[in-house]
């Protein structure tokens, strides 16, 4: 526990509202209980991987490899005669956790994995936006370079608190480790495998952190069966808060860079204001939006929750960056934008879009407010 914990990614992920946290859990347990029924052969177990299996694709799709891998998993290791049996078992327990979830996807777009396979289950205004192609070495050179990249350079992990230095370091005794264990083995082989499918993947740590408790399982066995490093699990404290470390300072280093965690309406404005450079003018657009009112966010969508009424503007859906940069005029602008009842725009300066500049511009669009970091405009 203390290994995982003293990843910073970990407690970043643990106090926002993203998913991964409960995918890590899930697919921990699926491997927990498919390695019991490993050594047990007992159903009940099998019904446990399935089930924790088949709940962790519910949370997310990349839940769905897990899936797989323990499904072959399961009948690479029955005894003869009882595969059919297994896997009978198996699906029928993955189904009955995942088919809700599915199935209300299902019965709303058409599309269990929507909006993926728009070439099978029928395109719409949701399309995937292809990513950036990248040739087989690159991404072989991605997967290498993860223990570097998501500690120092995690500019190429979406700039993601760092894992822990602990499980990096270890590497080395993991490897020889697993060498003797086929357990240790196994789980690497399946991280391994993960991280290439990763590899096909918005490169992006969080999408990592679900092999973080089967890391840090396999790394504190590897450490315990380490003769040198044997005689500190004889005072488990002090090496439980020694390992545990990373995780804490790194906190405290944040809040030092950072400043105090603001305490009320005017301490957290300005905090914002000191670390969010567009923060003038969402609060300049919020003492002047109805609740009701439509803001297309254009460069900063990440900062739309903290706008009043309804923000619309990202790299996908039907309001998407790249349709609107396609427009080649501010009338057509002003129509796309009027179509989705669009009454505000708040432009992050990285966004220059050339369709506001000059006399048409600003004919339909009223600049209201300006610094060097945003402008707002409404529409005329």
């Known amino acids: 526990m203390a290994l995982f914990l003293s990843a910073p990614v970990v407690i970043s992920l643990a106090t926002s509202g993203y998913v991964e946290a409960l995918l890590a859990m899930l697919v921990t347990a699926a491997l927990f209980s498919f390695s019991r029924w490993d050594a047990r052969h007992e159903t009940a177990w099998l019904l446990a991987t399935a089930l924790f299996a088949g709940a962790a694709s519910g949370v997310k799709y990349l839940g769905l490899y897990w899936l797989g891998l323990l499904g072959l998993a399961v009948l690479l290791r029955s005894r003869r005669g009882e595969r059919v049996r297994h896997a009978a078992l198996f699906g029928t327990a993955a189904f009955v956790a995942l088919a809700p979830w599915y199935g209300r996807i299902l019965f709303q777009t058409h599309n269990p994995l929507f909006p993926y396979l728009p070439s099978v289950f029928g395109s719409t205004e949701w399309d995937p936006v292809p990513g950036e192609s990248l040739g087989l070495g690159r991404r072989l050179l991605d997967v290498a ?177 790249d349709r609107v940069e396609r427009t080649s005029s501010a009338a057509e602008l002003a129509e796309l934008l009027r179509a989705h009842r669009v009454r505000f725009l708040l432009v992050a300066s990285r966004a220059r879009p050339p369709q506001l500049d000059g006399e048409p511009g600003d004919a339909l669009f009223r600049l209201l407010y300006r610094d060097g970091a945003v402008r707002v405009y409404e529409l005329v």
């Open 145 to 321: 370079r993860i223990p570097w990249d998501t500690l120092f350079a995690r500019d190429r992990v979406n700039f993601a608190p760092p894992f822990s230095p602990w499980l990096a370091l270890s590497i080395p005794l993991v490897l020889r480790h697993g060498a003797g264990s086929r357990r240790t083995a196994a789980l690497a082989a399946a991280g391994v495998s993960w991280a290439f499918v990763w590899a096909w993947l918005p490169h992006d740590a969080r999408y990592l952190t679900l092999l973080l408790p089967a890391a840090s399982v396999v790394t504190a066995a590897a450490l315990h069966d380490t003769r040198a490093l044997r005689m500190a699990f004889r005072r488990p404290v002090l090496t439980a808060l020694l390992i545990l470390a990373p995780g804490p300072f790194y906190a405290l280093y944040r809040i030092a860079l950072l400043g105090p965690l603001p305490s009320g309406a005017t301490s957290r404005n300005a905090f914002y204001e000191r670390h969010l450079p567009e923060w003038k003018g969402i609060s300049f657009l919020n003492g002047r939006a109805a609740a009701d009112d439509v803001t297309f966010v254009w460069g900063c969508e990440q900062l739309r929750v903290h706008l009043r009424g309804k923000a619309i503007g990202d790299h996908t859906g039907p309001v998407r960056y």
